[in-house]
C-alpha cells in the first residue's frame, strides 16, 4: 500500500518527522518496505533562467549559455537543441551527482568554454527516458526555486506491507488513525455531510437475486450526475495517483481510484449515456461474455455477480469494470456505483478469472460497511468540484448490514498473554482512539468492533489491538521454566537413527545430499512411482512433477550433473522421505545411497577399483550396524526391485517379510533411460522397518565369557556348484559345532583350471575355540569332520583335494 | 696359568677382535668353542695330566673359555649394530609421499544445522515432533484457523495432490504448522515441541526454491506468555549463532494461526561484507511467532480459557545460510561435489551443548 507523506497529512495532523511516522508505522504493525524521499536527492536542482544562449563559438552543436540562478550568473555549454535565450530549465551547479546517471558535474572547459553547471533532461533527473531536450519549466516558476518543490517531488512516497486483517488500511484514512492512536498526531474529522441532489436520478437501481444469493451484493448506492466536463484531473490529483504507480486517466476515473486509496472504498462510474436503466446487481447467467476495461473477454457463469443494465453486463461486482459503458472524456452524464460485496465470492471470482484489481483486493479483504453513503458523498464533492454539473438524489437498494460485533474483553488478558502491564485507562484510552466502543465495567468490558475491523473475532484481537498500539518493544525476555534440572533426550530411538545413519555414510566416504521430493514423472514411473493419485496439480515445472517413490533416482540424476562437471567418481547419499502414495501415512524415511567410477582417486601407492555392488552391501549393512539393526539375524534374498541389475542386487530381510534394505547394481536400462552413464551401485535402507530395542529395566551388558586357552585356525577349500551361495556354506559351517566354532569366513572363491566346469571352489576359515582345556589334535580333526559333513549335507560340497 | 694357554688367549682374543663381520665371528667362535675349536682340544688334553695339574690347567682353561666367549658376544653386539645401522641407512622413504586415502564424506548443512536445533532445544526441556509432508487440507489450514476463502492462502502458493476421494484436498505442507495440529490432537497438554522438516511452496527464484525446511515451534501450558516467546527465541538465537547478546526487535503482523502475531527482526551489522549477526544497527528478518489463536485451540479440542502458549516458525536453510555464509539456497538442493566438500560438515563434528555447536 503506497501513499504519500503529504495525502497521509490530509487525514493526520501531525508535526512528527517522516522518520517518526515510518518508524511508527513498522512498530504498530504497518511495516515499511520502501519510503521514496527524492526531497534530498533533488536538493541541489533549482530553477534556472536563460539569459542568453549564444552558439558555441567552436562546435555546432554547442550552446553557450548564461544562467540566473538566483544567487548570481554562471555560465554553462549545452548540447541541448532546446536550450535558448529567455526560458526556465533545471539546473545543476558543479558538483552535484546527476540523479539519471550518477555522473558528478565538474567544473569543465568544453572546446575552449568554461562550463560550471548543467541544464539537465528528464532523463538525467530520473524522470522518464525523455533525452531529446532539456526540461523546459513553466514562465513563472520561481528563479532559484528547489525543483523538487516546483514538480511536487518533495513528497515523499511511502510504501508499507498491509497483513491480511489490516483491511482497514487499505486505505490512507485508516493508516492515519493507527497513527493517532499510536500518539503520532489527531485523526482530522472526515467531509462527508450530504450532498443535497437537486433532481431525481432516471437511473433506478435493483438488486435482483434469487434466494441463496441475496448475500453477493447486500447494498447498492447509486447517484446520477449530469452537465459534467470530464478531462484531466487537476494536478495534485494527478501527482498523487501518480506517485503510487498509477496512470492518470481522466478525473471521473482518477476520482474512483483516489477514493479507493483514501477511504479504501472502491467505487465505479458508468457513462449514464451508455447505459439502458435500471441498472442492476444480478448473478451472471452461464455463458455471459463481458469486456472489461482490461480489453479482455471474459466468460462468466451462475456464481459471479455482476452490475447489468437492460442488456447486458456492465461490471463485475468487485472485481471491474466494463469497456462499454466506462466514462470518456466526452462522458456528460455518470451514474456512481457503491455497492457492498460478498468477500469470499468477490475473491473466488478474481481467482477464477484471473483479475487482480485494487477493488478486489479491498472487497476480499472486507471494505468497510459503513462507508457506503460516506463514500458517495466525499466523491460527490469531487466530481461537482473537478467537472462542474449537478447530482441527484441518491437512489439505494438493500441495506448495508453493518454488524455490531461485541466481544467480551478482560483487560487483565494483556498481561496474561502478552506478560505487559497496560493499566485500564491506557487501554481505554488506545481502543478508543481505534474506534472501538467500550462498555462493562472494570475487569470485565465489552468492546464493540468499528465497523471498518471486519477481521476482529475474539478477545485474543482485543488484546493484540492494546498490545501493537501500547508496544511490543514493552515485552519483557522470560526464561520458559525449566522442566527437569537436566535435560532428557529431544529425540526418540526412532529419530534418533536418522542423523546415525548420515554419520555412519558420511564416515564411509559419502557425501550427503538433500535432493527435492519431487522428480520428473517419466522417471518416477522407472522406480515404480508416477501414478496419477502421486502427480502434483500444478507442479512447478515437468521436471518436478511427480512425488518421488524411491530417493534413488534423483540421486542418479545428481551423479550424471557430477559427471558433466567432469567428476565421474561419485559417492552420495540422502536420508530423508519418499512417498508410497498420497496419504500422510504413505511416507516413508530411507536413507539411500550409491557410487560410481573407482573407489578412490589415482595413488602411487594403492591401485584404485571401480565399485561393485559389495560396497553398496557394505554402506547398507554400515546403516544397519548404525542404526542398531540385528545385522546377525539378516537373510540375504535376491529379490530386489525393477530398479536393480536382476542377477547383482539382493535384499536384507529380517524373516520372510520385513526388507531391511535393497541393494546391487543399478540396471542398465535406468541408467539407459535417464541418459546418465554407469555402472552404478546402489542401496536403500528402510530404517523404520528395523525393529526397535525393547525398552529394557537396566543397562547392564550380559556378562562376558571368554577363554585365555589358544584357539586354533583352521582352513577348509569345498568344490561347490557354481550357484551355490557362500552363506549357505558359511552357515553349515557355523551351525556343525556351535560349541566350539567361531568366526567362520570366506577368504577365496576360485574357479578355472582344476576345478570342473559349472563348479567353483569356496574357502572359509575358521576359529575353533576351546572351552574348558587346551583343543588336543583328535578333537580338532573330530571338528573340522563335523564342519566338513555339515557343509557338505547342506550344499553338497567336497573337499577340494 | 702356563704360558702356552696365555698365549692360547691371546691369540684367540686377537682373532676376535681383528673379525670383519658376523660370518667371520661365527668361524672364529668355532675355531675357538666348537667342537673341532683351540679350546675344546686343550680341554681333551686336560685328562692326560695328573690330578693336580689338571685341576690347575682345567681353572685356566675354563677361564679362558669364559673371557673368550664374553670377547664373542661383545664383538658380536657390536658388528650388529654396524650392520643395523648399515642396512637402516638404506631404507630412506619419502615421508612428503600422500598417505593411503580414507576418503571422507560430508554431512549437509542442513542436516548438521538440524543436529545443532535440537541440541538446543533439548536443552530447553523440548522434544522433536514430526508429521507428514504430504497434508490434507484440514491439517495444513483449516484446524491452524485458514478457511477456503481466507486471504492468507493466498499468501502461500500451494502444491495440490489429487483430492482424496472423500473430497479432502491434499497438499504438499506449505509449513510445519499441521504438526502443532497433530501434537495438539494426539497428545494431551502441556506441549513442549520443536518441528524440523521439508515444507513446500510453488515459488522458484533466486531467493526461493519450490522445497525448504523449516523449524516449528509450540509451547502449551496454562500461564505462557510472550515474554516467555521472547525468551526462548533470544536463548534460541545467543545459542545457535554463538554469540553473547542478540538485539531483538517484535514487530506486529498477522498469522491467522496466532493472535498476537508478531515477525521478529534480529541485530546485525554488515562490515566489509560479511554479515554479523546480534550486534549492529541494521535488522534481518528472521522468524514469524504469536500466542497460538484460541481457536487453534479449540479445532484441536483443547480448551482455550484453561490452555495457552506460544508458536513460532523459521527457515532453517535461511539461518544455516546466516550463520555460515552460505549464498545461494538453490545451491543446498544441487548435489554438487565441491559445494558438499565446502560447506558441508565433517562427520564427527556432532554438536553438543557440552562440547559446542560449531568449531
Not at chain 1, 141 to 152: L, N, S
Request: proline fraction near 6%; glycine fraction near 8%.
Amino acid at each position: 500500500m503506497k501513499f504519500t507523506l503529504s495525502w497521509l497529512k490530509d487525514h493526520l495532523d501531525t508535526d512528527a518527522t517522516l522518520v517518526e511516522i515510518t518508524d511508527k508505522l513498522t512498530a504498530i504493525g504497518l511495516e515499511l518496505e520502501e519510503v521514496e524521499d527524492r526531497t534530498e536527492d533533488l536538493a541541489p536542482f533549482t530553477v534556472g533562467y536563460v539569459v542568453e544562449a549564444k552558439q558555441h563559438p567552436n562546435a555546432d552543436r554547442l550552446r553557450v549559455c548564461i544562467v540566473d540562478t538566483g544567487e548570481g550568473q554562471i555560465q554553462v555549454v549545452c548540447g541541448a537543441p532546446n536550450a535558448r535565450t529567455g526560458m526556465k530549465g533545471v539546473f545543476a551547479p558543479s558538483g552535484t551527482t546527476i540523479p539519471g546517471n550518477g555522473m558528478l558535474l565538474k567544473p569543465s572547459n568544453i572546446r575552449g568554454e568554461d562550463s560550471n553547471g548543467m541544464l539537465c533532461s528528464e532523463r538525467e533527473m530520473g524522470l522518464s527516458d525523455e533525452h531529446d531536450g532539456i526540461i523546459e519549466l513553466a514562465e513563472d516558476a520561481p528563479v532559484g526555486a528547489p525543483f523538487a518543490q516546483i514538480m511536487g517531488l518533495d513528497d515523499p512516497v511511502i510504501d508499507i506491507n498491509v497483513t491480511p486483517n489490516k483491511q482497514d488500511c487499505l486505505g490512507v484514512r485508516g493508516i492515519a488513525r493507527d497513527l493517532a492512536a499510536a500518539g503520532m498526531g489527531t485523526l482530522k474529522p472526515l467531509d462527508a455531510t450530504p450532498v443535497e441532489g437537486s433532481y431525481d436520478s432516471p437511473v433506478d437501481v435493483e438488486l435482483n437475486f434469487e434466494a441463496g444469493y441475496e448475500a453477493a451484493c447486500s447494498c447498492f448506492l447509486g447517484r446520477h450526475f449530469r452537465g459534467l466536463k470530464n478531462g484531466p484531473s487537476p494536478e495534485w490529483l494527478r501527482r498523487r495517483l501518480t506517485a503510487i504507480g498509477l496512470r492518470p486517466i481522466s478525473a471521473l476515473v482518477d476520482m474512483t481510484n483516489f477514493i479507493t486509496y483514501d477511504l479504501g472504498r472502491p467505487l465505479h462510474v458508468f457513462d449514464a449515456g451508455k447505459v439502458t436503466a435500471p441498472i442492476q446487481a444480478r448473478m451472471a447467467t452461464a455463458g455471459e461474455t463481458f469486456l472489461a476495461l482490461d480489453g479482455k473477454d471474459y466468460e462468466l457463469d451462475g456464481e459471479i455477480t455482476v452490475i447489468a443494465d437492460q442488456k447486458a453486463a456492465e461490471a463485475i461486482g468487485g472485481v471491474m469494470g466494463g469497456e462499454a459503458s466506462g466514462c470518456t472524456d466526452e462522458t456528460t452524464e455518470m451514474f456512481l456505483e457503491a455497492a457492498l460485496f460478498d468477500a469470499h465470492r468477490t475473491a473466488a471470482t478474481g481467482r477464477r478469472l484471473g483479475i487482480e484489481s485494487d477493488a478486489r483486493y479491498r472487497f476480499e479483504r472486507g471494505v468497510d460497511p459503513a462507508m457506503v453513503r460516506p463514500g458517495v458523498e466525499v466523491a460527490t464533492r469531487m466530481v461537482l468540484e473537478m467537472c462542474g454539473g449537478e447530482t441527484s438524489h441518491t437512489v439505494l437498494a438493500g441495506t448495508p448490514d453493518v454488524p455490531a460485533k461485541v466481544v467480551a474483553f478482560r483487560p487483565a488478558r494483556v498481561t496474561e498473554l502478552i506478560g505487559i502491564d497496560v493499566d485500564e485507562e491506557e487501554q481505554r484510552k488506545i481502543l478508543s482512539d481505534l474506534g472501538f466502543g467500550i462498555a462493562g465495567k472494570s475487569g470485565n468490558w465489552q468492546v464493540t468492533a468499528p465497523t471498518w475491523r471486519t477481521d476482529i473475532d475474539g478477545e485474543a484481537d482485543i488484546v493484540e489491538e492494546v498490545a501493537r498500539i501500547a508496544g511490543f518493544d514493552r515485552i519483557v525476555s522470560t526464561p520458559l521454566p525449566r522442566l527437569s534440572v537436566t535435560a532428557k533426550p529431544a529425540l526418540t530411538l526412532s529419530q534418533r537413527r536418522r542423523p546415525t545413519a548420515k554419520r555412519a555414510l558420511a564416515v564411509r566416504g559419502m557425501m550427503e545430499c538433500v535432493t527435492w521430493s519431487f522428480m520428473p514423472r517419466r522417471f518416477a514411473e522407472l522406480f515404480g512411482g508416477g501414478t496419477e493419485d502421486m502427480l502434483l496439480a500444478n507442479p512447478i515445472s515437468s521436471e518436478l512433477d511427480a512425488m518421488r517413490p524411491s530417493m534413488l533416482g534423483n540421486l542418479i540424476l545428481a551423479a550424471g550433473r557430477n559427471g558433466d562437471r567432469g567428476f565421474d567418481d561419485v559417492a552420495l547419499f540422502e536420508v530423508g522421505p519418499q512417498f508410497r502414495d498420497a496419504t500422510p501415512k504413505g511416507q516413508d524415511f530411507v536413507a539411500a545411497g550409491l557410487r560410481r567410477g573407482r573407489d578412490n582417486r589415482r595413488h602411487w601407492a594403492e591401485t584404485p577399483r571401480p565399485v561393485d555392488a559389495y560396497d553398496a552391501k557394505a554402506d547398507a549393512l554400515a546403516v544397519l550396524e548404525a542404526i542398531g539393526a540385528p545385522t546377525a539375524s539378516i537373510q540375504i534374498a535376491t529379490e530386489a526391485p525393477g530398479w536393480y541389475h536382476p542377477v547383482r542386487s539382493a535384499v536384507m530381510r529380517l524373516g520372510p517379510k520385513n526388507v531391511l534394505a535393497a541393494f546391487g547394481e543399478i540396471h542398465p536400462r535406468i541408467l539407459d533411460r535417464m541418459d546418465v552413464t554407469g555402472p552404478m551401485v546402489a542401496f536403500e535402507v528402510f530404517i523404520d522397518n528395523a525393529p526397535l530395542p525393547k525398552a529394557k529395566a537396566t543397562r547392564n551388558r550380559a556378562e562376558l565369557l571368554v577363554s585365555d586357552l589358544p584357539s586354533v585356525q583352521r582352513d577348509f577349500a569345498f568344490v561347490v556348484d557354481e550357484a551355490t551361495t557362500a552363506d549357505s556354506i558359511v552357515r553349515a559351517a557355523k551351525g556343525a559345532d556351535k560349541a566350539f566354532i567361531g568366526d567362520v569366513n570366506v577368504f577365496d572363491i576360485y574357479a578355472g583350471k582344476g576345478i570342473e566346469d559349472g563348479k567353483k571352489s569356496v574357502a572359509i576359515t575358521a576359529r575353533l575355540a576351546p572351552k574348558d582345556a587346551t583343543l588336543t589334535d583328535p578333537e580338532i580333526e573330530a571338528i573340522a569332520a563335523k564342519i566338513v559333513a555339515a557343509v557338505a549335507k547342506a550344499t553338497g560340497a567336497v573337499l577340494r583335494g | 696359568m702356563t704360558t702356552e694357554i696365555e698365549t692360547l688367549q691371546d691369540e684367540l682374543l686377537a682373532e676376535v677382535a681383528g673379525v670383519a663381520d658376523l660370518a667371520a665371528l661365527e668361524a672364529s667362535r668355532v675355531a675357538a668353542l666348537g667342537k673341532k675349536g683351540r679350546i675344546t682340544a686343550q680341554m681333551k688334553g686336560l685328562g692326560k695330566m695328573d690330578p693336580d695339574q689338571r685341576r690347575e690347567a682345567g681353572a685356566a682353561l675354563n677361564k679362558v673359555k669364559d673371557v673368550v666367549a664374553e670377547a664373542i658376544e661383545a664383538r658380536r653386539l657390536g658388528l650388529h649394530e654396524v650392520e643395523l645401522e648399515a642396512r637402516l641407512a638404506t631404507e630412506g622413504i619419502d615421508v612428503t609421499l600422500p598417505v593411503r586415502q580414507q576418503p571422507q564424506g560430508r554431512i549437509h548443512p542442513v542436516s548438521q544445522v538440524m543436529d545443532e536445533i535440537a541440541a538446543i532445544f533439548a536443552d530447553m526441556s523440548f522434544t522433536i515432533a514430526e508429521g507428514p509432508d504430504i497434508e490434507d487440507d484440514f491439517h495444513n489450514f483449516t484446524a491452524l484457523n485458514i478457511p477456503p476463502e481466507h486471504p492468507a492462502r493466498q499468501m502461500q502458493d500451494t502444491f495440490y495432490l489429487p483430492q482424496r476421494e472423500d473430497g479432502m484436498p491434499m497438499v504438499l505442507r506449505t509449513h510445519t504448522s499441521p504438526v502443532q495440529i497433530r501434537t495438539m490432537q494426539d497428545t494431551p497438554p502441556p506441549h513442549r515441541i520443536v518441528v524440523p522438516g521439508r515444507t513446500y511452496r510453488s515459488d522458484s527464484d533466486q531467493t526461493h526454491t519450490p522445497m525448504f525446511h523449516q523449524i516449528e515451534g509450540l509451547v502449551i501450558d496454562r500461564d505462557i506468555h510472550m515474554g516467555h516467546l521472547k525468551g526462548t527465541l533470544e536463548a534460541f538465537c545467543q545459542a545457535f549463532f554463538e554469540v553473547d547478546n542478540v538485539r531483538f526487535r517484535f514487530r506486529p503482523s498477522y498469522f491467522p494461526f496466532t493472535e498476537p502475531s508478531a515477525e521478529v527482526d534480529i541485530g546485525c551489522s554488515y562490515e566489509g561484507g560479511n554479515l554479523r549477526i546480534g550486534e549492529g544497527d541494521d535488522w534481518l528478518e528472521i522468524l514469524g511467532c504469536g500466542m497460538v489463536n484460541p481457536r487453534v485451540l479449540e479445532n484441536c479440542g483443547l480448551d482455550a480459557s484453561e490452555w495457552q502458549g506460544f508458536a513460532w516458525g523459521m527457515g532453517i536453510d535461511r539461518i544455516a545460510m546466516l550463520k555460515y555464509g552460505i549464498p545461494d539456497l538453490r545451491a543446498f538442493f544441487d548435489s554438487d561435489l565441491r559445494w558438499l566438500h565446502h560447506y558441508g560438515f565433517v562427520p564427527l563434528d556432532v554438536p553438543t551443548m557440552s562440547g559446542g555447536l560449531s568449531r
